[in-house]
């Protein structure tokens, strides 16, 4: 009799014991997210020199201080060709334009390296004038939360000035007045010709 309660008294224990065990472990626990990914994108992608890049970064720290370095490449060989040039044979050959600027200040070089102040909702907008044609990588990096996100842009030269015609046709290699001044020439004597001619018959008729 006595086995059977002290039996019966563990059991109990047992089961009183383990309804805050099985409680805790029914309450839901809170969801696990993914941590933030920050991103950079550069607009537009491919521009000409003196024009202007757009960098927009999203998902960094709220008001936090963010890095962007700046690495640079020379073109890529698929980058277009700025024009081509007909020999006299035929054939074709790539032009690249020269800038020749006298008389004027050559430009700073752009920064390889800058900050930018994100706002309260983690993002920044800024501008990027670059000063020489080449592949551009940015890279921004929060001080703050250590988030980091790169993108990339293409700098072509600068498209090639043609100086405008004053006036009339184009000035080819082959000139025409030496040929025109001959045939005036010629004239002339013909005319010259005809006249002694006429006067001549003229005395001898008379």
């Known amino acids: 009799m006595r086995l059977s309660r002290i039996i019966m008294a563990l059991t109990v224990g047992l089961a009183v014991a383990a309804v805050p065990t099985a409680a805790g472990a029914a309450q839901p626990q809170p969801p696990v997210y993914p941590p933030e990914v920050a991103s ?6 491919t521009i000409r020199l003196g024009e202007t890049f757009t960098l927009r970064g999203s998902n960094f720290a709220p008001n936090e201080t963010v890095r962007i370095d700046v690495a640079i490449s020379g073109l890529p060989a698929a980058a277009p060709a700025e024009g081509t040039a007909r020999r006299s044979d035929g054939s074709t050959v790539a032009m690249a ?30 501008t ?35 100086p405008p015609h004053k006036g009339g046709l184009p000035v080819t290699g082959d000139s025409i007045g030496t040929p025109l001044k001959l045939g005036g020439g010629l004239a002339a004597a013909g005319a010259v010709l005809l006249l ?8 001898r008729a008379g």
């Open 196 to 203: 002694g001619s006429m006067a001549w018959r003229r005395r």
């Open 128 to 162: 990027y004038r670059p000063t020489r044609p080449g592949r551009y990588t940015f890279t921004a990096t929060g001080l703050t939360s250590g988030r980091t996100a790169s993108a990339t842009g293409t700098v072509l030269p600068p498209r090639p000035t043609r």
């Open 97 to 126: 334009p020269v800038a020749y600027t006298p008389n004027r200040a050559q430009p700073q070089p752009a920064p390889t390296t800058f900050t930018v102040t994100a706002d309260a909702d983690g993002n920044f907008t800024v």
């Open 40 to 45: 950079l994108t550069v607009s537009p992608t």
